[in-house]
């Protein structure tokens, strides 16, 4: 009765098996040809009924999976299907652009488009910026005592009121080319550290319903003020403009963009409309981090120009016609960019 009973058992497992791989196998090796050739010679490979047969192979397949993994399979199939399913799903479903291409749809419509949107949001910011720039000048320019209440000793850098004409001309606003490595490398990365942690603070900030990046943002206004004002004194405002527009266009552009990134962030929570405001920040909060990513890309660009560009140009008429130059390119990027490609969508 042993011997009998054995086989009897065994037998109806084996026929589920048998019978499982009959049925299905061909579909398995359908897609997989389909998958196949997709992955050597593109999209343009399949004929038009194949477009239509590859989600029902890939469902299929995936029940396949399912049904070989309830009754225990061999364990060389379950890792066939499963790489099969693997694959179907990354040429049926996932995104098919690669990291340069997400770099260029950001560059040429994410961001300049993001920032459009947000043109309120940095008129805002920039009135709150040049009061602040005001209250600075304003307040220093008569009583230089100020100076060290707004601008701190890790940016002033021995500058003060005890500075001398020849020595903010000689150390600073005409001081020779330190060279290559000091300047693209040591000082440009330190400034890019600088001001991104001060643009990341302007952006998060907002979500403390922007009064902190407001205060922020005018803050940086009342620094520029002030050493405006020491510099005006001495009679050297414009040397002084022109020392700081060649970097200044890029680097003050990149923190307004920042704080107005934040004011969006702001107003979404404050201002939630139809939405709770956590789902209304999850669906308009992508465009607020599109302009705050935009905004470090450009730190990183001044600081570029600022360490290795800025000492480099010396004559005060070249560093208003560089910045010149480069405020019109910044204008023309946000005004124009992507503009062509959001009109095709609508």
């Known amino acids: 009765m042993t011997e009998v009973v054995g086989p009897q058992k065994a037998r109806p497992l084996q026929l589920k098996s048998s019978e499982f791989r009959r049925l299905r196998e061909p579909a398995w090796r359908e897609l997989e040809g389909i998958i196949a050739r997709m992955e050597s010679r593109g999209l343009g490979a399949l004929r038009p009924e194949e477009f239509e047969r590859l989600p029902l192979l890939y469902r299929s397949t995936l029940s396949s999976l399912a049904v070989a993994r309830s009754i225990a399979l061999d364990c060389n199939l379950l890792l066939y299907l499963e790489n099969l399913a693997m694959r179907a799903f990354l040429n049926v479903y996932a995104p098919r652009s690669s990291l340069i291409e997400d770099l260029g749809r950001f560059l040429t419509t994410g961001f300049p488009v993001a920032v459009r949107q947000a043109r309120w949001h940095l008129m805002l910011i920039l009135a709150v910026f040049l009061a602040g720039g005001a209250i600075g000048y304003l307040l220093t320019i008569g009583d230089e005592t100020w100076y060290g209440a707004f601008v701190p000793e890790s940016l002033s850098q021995g500058r003060g009121p005890r500075s001398t004409r020849s020595e903010l001309m000689e150390g600073e606003l005409f ?19 600088h001001n991104a942690i001060i643009g990341i603070l302007s952006f998060g900030l907002g979500a403390v319903a ?14 520029i003020g002030a050493m405006l004002a020491l510099h005006a004194n001495r009679g050297l405002a414009i040397d002084f403009l022109g020392w ?18 934040g004011l969006v962030v702001a107003e979404k929570i404050l201002l ?6 956590l789902d209304n920040l999850s669906i308009h909060g992508r465009h607020a981090a599109l302009i705050a990513a935009g905004a470090v890309m450009m730190f990183l660009i001044a600081g570029l120009i600022e360490g290795g560009l800025r000492q480099l140009i010396q004559p005060t008429v070249l560093r208003f016609t560089f ?24």
């Open 175 to 193: 001081a020779p080319w330190p060279g290559v490595a000091n300047s693209f490398i040591v000082f440009a990365n330190a400034l890019f550290q």
């Open 210 to 223: 922007g009064v902190p990046t407001l205060l922020l943002v005018g803050y940086q206004g009342m620094v």
């Open 244 to 261: 700081v527009s060649i970097h200044g266009v890029t680097e003050i552009g990149a923190i307004l963009l920042s704080g107005a990134a």
């Open 272 to 277: 939630p409309g139809p939405h709770n405001r």
């Open 323 to 346: 910045a010149g130059v480069t405020f019109v390119l910044w204008l023309a990027y946000f005004l124009f960019a992507g503009r062509q490609t959001m009109r095709g969508r609508t």
